[in-house]
Each structure stands twice: as C-alpha cells, then as structure tokens.
C-alpha cells in the first residue's frame, strides 16, 4: 500500500533552515510527481509545491517562492523540501502528497514552528 512518511520539522528561529523529508513506498516513486502542502493552525490545508516525476521541474506558490525548494532521490524514493530564510507565517504542519490510482494519499504530517 501507499505509504509517505515526512520527517525534519522543529523549531526553528525566523531566518533560520530546515529540510524536510518525504520517504515513500507502495508505488513506482520514480514516475510520480509529489507535492507538499502545509496547514497552519485554523487555516485551509495550502498547495506548497510540486516536483515532476524526473525532478526536471518545480513549481511553487507565490509565498515561497525564493525560499524554499523542492528536490528528489529517485533512488531513495525520497522527496525533499530545503526551507531557508523561514518566517513565523510559515508555521504549519508540513505534508507530502501524491495521487495514484486517482486516490490522494497524505503523510502524517511533520510540525514546523518559527519562532523566536
């Protein structure tokens, strides 16, 4: 089955970095595009982001975009998200996405809180 398992969130202070990442497995990662999305707390889930299958290109929302950059290792069947010059808006819970079989499947979600 489908499973995407995010990890790297913390707490970080605004300016800072993190790296997220999104192992999958249950399908052929390599011919998928992924996506993040994030949730701050009382706010719709918001589209990130999205790599295409063979990493040759990325698209972002306005708000990230020149701060944050998405990559993947098809080999490790992972998807990465490089998070720089972070600000307290970008406080949320940070998931993968990918559609397959026309299902969405998520991640459990991993925390990012930017804060002083």
């Not at 913390?10 to 993040?36: D, E, H, I, K």
Request: charged residues 15%.
């Amino acid at each position: 089955q489908v499973q995407l398992v995010e990890s790297g969130g913390g707490l970080v202070q605004p300016g800072g970095s993190l790296r997220l990442s999104c192992a999958a497995s249950g399908f052929t990662f390599s011919t998928y595009a992924m996506r993040w999305y994030r949730q701050a707390p009382g706010k719709e889930r918001e589209w990130v982001g999205l790599i295409t299958s063979t990493g040759g290109h990325t698209n972002y929302v306005d708000s990230v975009k020149g701060r944050f950059t998405i990559s993947r290792d098809n080999a490790k069947n992972t998807v990465y998200l490089q998070m720089n010059s972070l600000k307290p808006e970008d406080t949320a819970v940070y998931y993968c996405n990918v559609g397959v079989s026309y299902r969405d499947y998520w991640g459990q979600g991993t925390q990012v809180t930017v804060s002083s």
